[in-house]
């Protein structure tokens, strides 16, 4: 007569017995428990940080998109000599060529526009509020372009204003308690230069857009201006600072680079957003990796939960192994079965811990705000965070490695007590009963 297969039925039906065994009746039934909540917990936990952590990064990176260039094209620094003071100044490159050179970057396959940009810092004053600002000049197309900046739910004012003032973030408004047709005045330190020396320059504008683009330091620091306004107004005239590159796949824009410098000629740099962010980026990579390893620590304590039950199970039941084995049971079935009651754990845990994280995953955004109105505010501060959110993104890579992890830490940790009472002599189990 063959011997039945591995994991036949009668070897699932008696684990399952055992499992649900009263402490009475030789089983470890609060032991299971605390196995299986331990477990539910540890990938509840797993889960809901990865998720997190991915979704801040999302949400980090796409205010980056979002509100900047992917990359940027700018010649290298020179040196000049005022012929009226003798004084030797060093000013960033200018790009004369600007929409010749704008033009031919476009063209390049994988970038989908490019425009000439003016940057410079200024001091904005209102009454006897004043903050520090980055403005930059740009073209009214370029800035309706910019996704996070046009965003009509976060934003104030009319976009199609914009040539006849300036745009500012949220920040600055709230700071300088300034409004849609609210003047300012900007005082930029590089003024116009005189037989005196260099006169700061102060002008007024008034406000006609507010936005917000999702980022607490953009949002408090920059000021768009239109192009040629900010040519007069940062002594650029017929020249352009930078050309701003968007291409199709910013995850990938290193790539571009060598066909960037190509387009914009000897002399010429590129940086890109991820050279802007590397650190922060990197950062991010360490922390995750950190996290997966210390909540993989504690998946691993909770299944070692399941190797204390077992244990106890198999000494429980040392009397109806041995019965078992007498009536022609092998030890790999016996091994088995037991196998089979830590599995039983493991997997009800893991499932349990898997609808726990997800549930949790999806609602971090409402938990968050009730966080923050039971601390005022203390419990996600943007000042600090750098976003005004904190998002949540599941993956299904996330949950398949916590789910993995779980199962893989549950069967590992019940082969040693299954193994043990697979080699329980028959003779020494009943020799006492």
């Known amino acids: 007569m063959p011997s039945p297969a591995p994991f036949s039925r009668y070897e699932f039906l008696i684990a399952w017995r055992y499992l649900r065994a009263r402490r009475s009746e030789g089983g470890v039934s609060v032991m299971t428990w605390i196995s299986l909540i331990g477990i539910a917990l540890g990938v509840m936990a797993l889960i809901a940080t990865l998720a997190v952590r991915a979704g801040f990064r999302t949400e980090f990176v796409d205010t980056i998109l979002g509100a900047n260039a992917h990359s940027s094209v700018y010649m290298a620094p020179t040196s000049f000599t005022n012929d009226l003071t003798g004084e030797t100044y060093t000013q960033s490159g200018r790009i004369e060529d600007y929409d010749a050179l704008a033009a031919r970057i476009a063209d390049i396959p994988g970038v989908t526009r490019a425009n000439a940009l003016v940057r410079g810092q200024v001091m904005v004053t209102s009454g006897d509020r004043s903050n520090v600002a980055e403005v930059y000049g740009v073209t009214p197309e370029a800035l309706e372009a910019i996704p996070r900046i046009t965003d009509p739910e976060t934003s104030a004012g009319n976009i199609a204003d914009f040539p006849?003032?300036?745009?500012?973030?949220?920040?600055?408004?709230?700071?300088?308690?300034?409004?849609?047709?609210?003047?300012?005045?900007?005082?930029?330190?590089?003024?116009?230069?005189?037989?005196?020396?260099?006169?700061?320059?102060?002008?007024?504008?008034?406000v006609t857009y507010i936005f917000s683009a999702g980022r607490y330091d953009i949002d408090r620091t920059r000021i768009y201006m239109p192009f040629t306004e900010a040519q007069s107004y940062f002594n650029r005239e017929g020249a352009a600072d930078e050309i701003e590159v968007y291409v199709a796949e910013p995850e990938r824009v290193e790539t571009l680079t060598p066909a960037l410098l190509q387009a914009a000629g000897q002399g010429a740099l590129v940086w890109n957003w991820k050279d802007a962010s590397s650190s922060f980026l990197s950062a991010l990579d360490i922390e995750d990796d950190v996290m997966f390893v210390i909540l993989s620590v504690l998946v691993l304590i909770a299944a070692m939960n399941i190797t204390s039950g077992l244990v106890m199970l198999v000494k429980n039941k040392g009397r109806d192994i041995g019965i078992l084995r007498t009536m022609g049971l092998t030890e790999g079935a016996v091994l088995r079965v037991f196998f089979l009651c830590g599995a039983f754990t493991g997997?009800?845990?893991?499932?349990?811990?898997?609808?726990?994280?997800?549930?949790?995953?999806?609602?971090?955004?409402?938990?968050?705000?009730?966080?923050?109105?039971?601390?005022?505010?203390?419990?996600w501060q943007a000042e600090v965070r750098g976003i005004y959110?904190?998002?949540?993104?599941?993956?299904?890579?996330?949950?398949?490695?916590?789910?993995?992890?779980?199962?893989?830490?549950?069967?590992?940790?019940?082969?040693?007590p299954a193994r043990r009472a697979a080699r329980m002599s028959p003779v020494e189990a009943l020799r006492y009963e």
């Open 164 to 206: 006849e003032g300036i745009a500012i973030g949220e920040g600055i408004a709230r700071e300088l308690a300034v409004g849609i047709g609210d003047t300012v005045r900007l005082i930029s330190p590089n003024g116009a230069r005189t037989a005196m020396g260099t006169t700061p320059r102060v002008s007024s504008f008034e």
């Open 347 to 379: 997997i009800l845990g893991t499932l349990a811990g898997v609808v726990l994280g997800v549930a949790l995953a999806l609602n971090v955004e409402n938990i968050m705000s009730l966080l923050n109105a039971a601390t005022a505010g203390g419990a």
């Open 389 to 416: 959110k904190l998002p949540a993104e599941l993956r299904a890579w996330d949950v398949g490695r916590a789910v993995a992890l779980s199962l893989v830490l549950s069967f590992l940790v019940t082969l040693f």
